[in-house]
T-cell receptor
């Protein structure tokens, strides 16, 4: 029974470069979430997929950010023209819609440093 | 708007002391869920507990206990006889029920350090 995996675990990039992160959810989980966590803060919601459909996006997700889940399995989060303010931990979670709540299981995160 | 406040930024205790982490939330939803997560230095968020807004019964799991009081919009977490392995950042989170937004709203976390 494998958990949520994310790749890479760490990424250092120069300002202006594009970066892409990958998230592999727990198998058979149809829901996938992206959160961003900056130093000293709690995770902040970015976006959510149900299967391959992106159903909810936060205002934090600027036009430089794009997320996809093309086959309803793994997901990618791309940041174009990175800025120093994008430095954060990017967390992915997956879950199943149960009777009355959505359990979210988190991966280890990708730590992005923009120089 | 939904909001979670964890007023304690950092707490330091000596091993075997009891410690309570406070969580106060705001929501206009009539039904909702509250969560506690633990984030050790490795970074992965570990689920600890989920509580339905209709269930105000306190819960105990080993050394952990949770006190949910709807009247004061609080969902406090107590660790009894703390251990060094309890050192982590603890987050309280609020999530709407089915039909609402899927997102979890987190507090800023409380960093707990348990010293030997």
């Amino acid at each position: 029974d494998t958990g949520v995996s994310q790749d890479p675990r760490h990424k250092i990039t120069k300002r202006g470069q594009n970066v892409t992160f990958r998230c592999d959810p727990i198998s058979e989980h149809n829901r996938l979430y992206w959160y961003r966590q900056t130093l000293g803060q709690g995770p902040e919601f970015l976006t959510y997929f149900q299967n391959e459909a992106q159903l909810e996006k936060s205002r934090l997700l600027s036009d430089r950010f794009s997320a996809e889940r093309p086959k309803g399995s793994f997901s990618t989060l791309e940041i174009q023209r990175t800025e120093q303010g994008d430095s954060a931990m990017y967390l992915c979670a997956s879950g199943l819609r149960l009777a009355a709540y959505n359990e979210q299981f988190f991966g280890p995160g990708t730590r992005l440093t923009v120089l | 708007a939904q909001k979670v406040t964890q007023a304690q930024t950092e707490i330091s205790v000596v091993e075997k002391e009891d410690v309570t982490l406070d969580c106060v939330y705001e929501t206009r939803d009539t039904t909702y869920y509250l969560f506690w997560y633990k984030q050790p230095p490795s970074g992965e968020l570990v689920f600890l507990i989920r509580r339905n807004s209709f269930d105000e019964q306190n819960e105990i799991s080993g050394r952990y206990s949770w006190n949910f009081q709807k009247s004061t919009s609080s969902f406090n977490f107590t660790i009894t006889a703390s251990q060094v392995v309890d050192s982590a950042v603890y987050f309280c989170a609020l999530g709407p029920t089915q039909g609402g937004s899927e997102k979890l709203v987190f507090g800023k976390g409380t960093k707990l350090t348990v010293n030997p």
